[in-house]
């Protein structure tokens, strides 16, 4: 009999030894490095269930199917398919149903101020739009994998903010192409909107800008001179006389006052009805653009007629001077006001 007990001895133990080498890969927690206790209890069941084999009875069954990892959740819908923007066209505001604006950010993204902005808009659940320069982008790629990262739109605002009607084809090309694959290397998605610096466009560029580039032209409603008007209050004051549904509210995350000022702004806007939409939510939103149009075959007006027995104009005698026009002078033109040298 002491042969077989050695023999069993041996076996047992090589059983619990194969536990004890396998539970630490079969462990799906990631707390820290395993430990000899947390060991030899993920061996304890294995080597029961090696005892018990093809006899495991229903309820040991049912024990060991709970005991296995629960299935990664299914991926999130894909998106849906981008809006189409209208083309060779400005976008100022929107004509849409309800009190939707939209709120932009330019000249960011900033490792100081940008993170703020973002938890005040997560604690509002409040969508906005970024424009972000591309210099700005190359520093601080972690900041802008978190504006992608909490839903909001991402747009350009070019490389290093020049006037973009006063460059020439190559550097154009260098300002917003690669802006553009800056913005793609974070975030896996190109821009669609471009907010040009300053605001200053020429029909002929921006058809040259959405027909290489893929990027329409979006500029705004709401000015409050942030860049200027350092001061909270004035931030506040401005946007909240000038906006109303369907705006563009223009500012700079850039700022610490312009942030300082979005809380307040943020709730009195809600308190007021106001929701929030992204460029391409209020794109896809915004009724098409009332053209009018003149009725063909239209009569034009008839002319007063003349009463009766009224001689004609050429029974007037020859030679017969009309009289002088007395209009009043017309006053002379007052020169166009400076544009502000904001940096927008």
Known sequence: MKPLLIVTGFVAAAAVGA????????????????????ISQA?????????????ATAAQKTAAAAAQPTPAPAPEPAAPPPVTPRKNYTYKSFDVDGSYIALTFDDGPSPETTPR????????????????????????????????DEGHEIGSHSWSHPQLTRISAAALDKELGNTTEAIFQVTGKRPIFLRPPYGTMKPTLRTTIEEKYGLTIVNWSVDPNDWKNRNSQAVHDAIMAQVKPGAIVLSHDIYATTVDAMPRIL??????????????????MD??????????????????????????????????????????????????????????
């Open 19 to 38: 536990g004890m080498a396998i539970s630490p890969f079969l462990s799906a927690k990631d707390d820290g490095p395993a430990t000899t206790q947390s």
């Open 117 to 148: 902005l973002l938890e005040m808009l997560r604690q509002r659940n409040i969508k906005v739009t970024f424009f972000v320069l591309g210099n700005m982008v190359a520093k601080h790629p972690e900041v802008l994998k978190m504006i992608a």
């Open 287 to 344: 009724k098409p653009l009332k053209v009018a149009l003149a009725t063909p075959g239209a009569a034009k007006p008839q002319q007063k007629p003349k009463p009766a027995g009224a001689k004609p104009d050429a029974a007037k005698p020859a030679g017969t001077p009309k009289p002088a026009a007395t209009s009043a002078p017309k006053p002379a033109a007052s020169p166009a006001p400076a544009r502000s040298a904001g940096v927008y």
């Open 43 to 55: 061996a304890t069941p294995a080597s029961g269930q090696a005892a018990q084999g093809k006899g």
């Open 267 to 284: 709730d009195e806007l809600i308190a007021k009805g106001y929701k929030f939409a992204t460029l391409s939510q209020m794109v896809a």
